[in-house]
């Protein structure tokens, strides 16, 4: 696959080896994502023997969830993961909380959370493209955005196929965030991409979360990852 320098330019430096192959990262079909074996234990999700989600990320989940949040309202979490977001959209003042999610023993997770979650909250099941129409666009008061690539052209960058969306989804007003594959500001592409759906440059605003993932994990290896606040 050929990948754009522009791009690449803000890729990690850890990603020395995804910069410079042309071979395919991800080795399984997306279609197949849905029914996959989810093997969840207390520090971490995988998917195909990929790294889905690990505890690490638990500072950085509850600094996304109180951006997604601060309006209160309508809030919609895109991947559910191990739940951890989720617990923390709960814990604010909220209307309803909406979950998407594709997998369908993530689903099943995150439907017994919503069994028993403090604020309403709806699952719906699908990939996020074919299932975001359900809801009415200008209805949402913050957006939460986290996903896992399932394809080599969504690798460090699927967040920005849903920018489009995620500016007609929200009212006036509204707020999004997502994980930014960005360690402390935004690479010159992403801004552009963010223009480009609507979004103005004086409402593209961030700030610094500290984490601490193991010396082992596959895909983050700094102590700070920038948390995105977006406003339509």
């Known amino acids: 696959m050929k990948k754009d320098k ?10 020395k080896d995804y910069k410079e192959s042309s071979e395919n990262e991800i080795l399984f079909d997306k279609k197949d994502w849905k029914s996959a074996s989810a093997k969840f234990t207390e520090h971490d999700l995988k998917i195909f023997g990929c790294a889905v989600m690990e505890d690490w990320e638990t ?10 949040c601060s309006n209160g309202g309508v809030v919609l979490e895109l991947g559910f993961g ?20 594709a997998n369908k023993e993530v689903v099943k997770k995150a ?5 028993k979650a403090k604020h309403k909250t709806e699952v719906l099941e699908g990939f996020w493209e074919d299932v975001i129409e359900k809801i009415p666009d200008e209805s949402l008061d913050g ?4 996903t896992y690539p399932l394809t080599d052209k969504e690798l460090y960058q ?7 969306f995620a500016f007609k989804k929200l009212k006036k007003g509204g707020v999004f965030t997502y ?31 500290t984490v601490n993932p193991p010396v082992d994990c596959e895909y983050w290896k700094t102590n700070t990852i920038l948390t995105p606040i977006i406003i339509k």
């Open 6 to 15: 522009d791009f690449l330019s803000q890729i990690p430096d850890w990603e």
């Open 59 to 68: 500072p950085y989940m509850e600094d996304l969830a109180k951006v997604a």
């Open 82 to 101: 191990m739940g951890i977001s989720a617990k923390f959209i709960q814990k604010e003042k909220i209307d309803k909380h909406i979950i998407i999610e």
């Open 111 to 115: 439907i017994s959370f919503s069994e």
């Open 143 to 146: 957006i939460l955005f986290d």
């Open 158 to 164: 699927n967040h920005f196929n849903f920018f489009a």
């Open 179 to 209: 994980y930014s594959d960005e360690i402390n500001t935004f690479g010159d592409v992403h801004i552009v991409k963010l223009k480009e759906v609507g979004f103005k440059t004086e409402n593209i605003k961030s700030r610094l979360c």
